[in-house]
């Protein structure tokens, strides 16, 4: 039977036999990576999938070997070889003849720094799989420390005075492989997420969805306040929500009113950005510049069209 979810939608129930992740599980309470498993869950639904999983926070998720908190098959694989092992795996379920989605789930420091050679591989190859980054923002297995992913102001173990870099534009890197397809999703408008999700899982090629994804561990939020946070992230445009065909077709997917207000809240409730001296009037005039360059793309009709 549907089950109602929000925003009137309506959902069919998750049919898998058992959740992607399984109740027990050792994640902090709170955790945006345990709410995009659970979304990722309800996608996949009876679809067969394999996980691989380097050595972040998602995978210290699976617990001790025999037991595993996946309801799913899963690979521990290095940080360097992810998106080489999800090759392989694609290749072996096209030889024989499967549907096996295959799925590599990595945080920032694994997508967007130490990863980063053999997922920009698998992109310009176009292998089969599909990549999906929980941003969390710091490298949270090992204590916190900056990854390319942390914003500019974020106080993390290694950027004590607050970092002073702006955050590394992973969409525009994936964008520029011409992938079939890179979006963003958020974690606080279910219909977004979940459309998002399936529809990754359905196409063919590679595929790749962001995540913006609370821990309230590295941030120094309250674990209740991570959906809260990320729709302050949309509403001040901090984190725009979009999705790219081809790398050239640009949706804009949920309007952001770009509030200032909205701004200062999304600080404020985060401990991380206490020490620092960040200029918040100086990090709006980069979100206005971002959304111009983004806005100016989605207004442009494909080249191919
Ligand atoms: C090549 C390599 N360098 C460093 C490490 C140590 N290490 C383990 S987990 C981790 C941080 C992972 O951060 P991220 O990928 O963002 O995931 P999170 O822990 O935040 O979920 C690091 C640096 C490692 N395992 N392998
Ligand atoms: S440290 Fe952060 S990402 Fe890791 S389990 Fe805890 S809340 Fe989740």
Redesign the pocket.
Known sequence: MAEPLLNGMVQTPCDREEPVLRPGNTNCGGCG?SIGLNFLSRAIAQRPVQMVI?????IVTAGMYPYSNYGAPVIAS???SSAAVATGLAAVAQINGDETRVICW?????TYD?GMATLSAAAERNEDILYVCYD?E?????GGQR?SATPEGAYTSTTPGGKEDRKKDIIGIMAAHRVPYVATVSLAHPEDCLRKMRFALDQRGFRFLHILSPCPTGWKSEPAEGIELIRLAIQSGLYAVYEIFDGERFQINVESERSFQALERYFALQGRFRKSQVDLNSIQAGVEQTWKLLQLRAGMESIHE
């Open positions: 990576m380097p050595a972040c926070c998602g290095t940080f360097a990595a945080g920032d420091g694994g130490i969390n710091i490298y949270g297995n090992t990854s």
